[in-house]
């Protein structure tokens, strides 16, 4: 019996030397505002990795705010529902059947912002002026800004737009938009971002798939 123990003590050893600690893929990503359209929408790609000779196979995003988690390899574009700061995790499984998890704080936040003081001048030719501001953490290389207008009864009669470039964060920039067409019956207008784009965003069009609204 007391020469089985050294055996038992040397079999130990080797069981720990051939199965070590598993190496688990390691989950990373990166996000940007995805100006295509001027609302929360966030764009998310995977930068995760794992050992050689394996790939990763599966990815799964939770975005913190209502919606059910997304299944999607690739590039996502995620619509959130308001302002605010948000753990998005993503979960990777790489060709060994082997998950690695990584959560980030996410700040989402309207990247190109107008205030609230625009005014309409009714007149030839009616003008809404106003204030946009980058409040994102990066240059917004373009910002689209569009004004409908209207007569009494809510009918659209026209539209005008206003392209500003180069606005660094927390840069704001001023903007004028005549009527496109001068109708007399203008009374009220309505003045939003219809895009912009983020100095971050990548230089190729990703495969989005949009979940939380259009």
Known sequence: MRRACPLLV???????G????????????????????????????????????ATIER??????????????????VHLFPEDGRYRVTLTVTDS????????????????????STWTLTLGYPPTVSGIV????????EQVVVRAKFYDADGVRLTDGRFEVTDLDPGEQAAFEIHAEIFRPRIFHATVEVESFEAECAPDWDPVPARVGGD
């Open 96 to 115: 060994r059947g082997i998950s690695g998890t990584t959560t980030r704080d996410v700040d989402v936040a309207l990247a190109a912002f107008i205030h």
């Open 59 to 76: 990815m799964v995003w939770e975005f913190e705010d209502g919606s059910p988690p997304l299944d999607a390899f690739g590039d996502v």
């Open 18 to 53: 051939c199965f070590g600690p598993i190496e688990r893929p390691t989950a990373d990503f990166v996000w940007c505002p995805d100006g295509d359209v001027g609302r929360l929408h966030y764009w998310f790609t995977s930068t995760s990795t794992t050992v050689p000779g």
């Open 133 to 140: 501001e980058n409040r994102y953490v990066e240059r917004l």
């Open 10 to 16: 040397l079999v130990a050893i080797v069981a720990v």
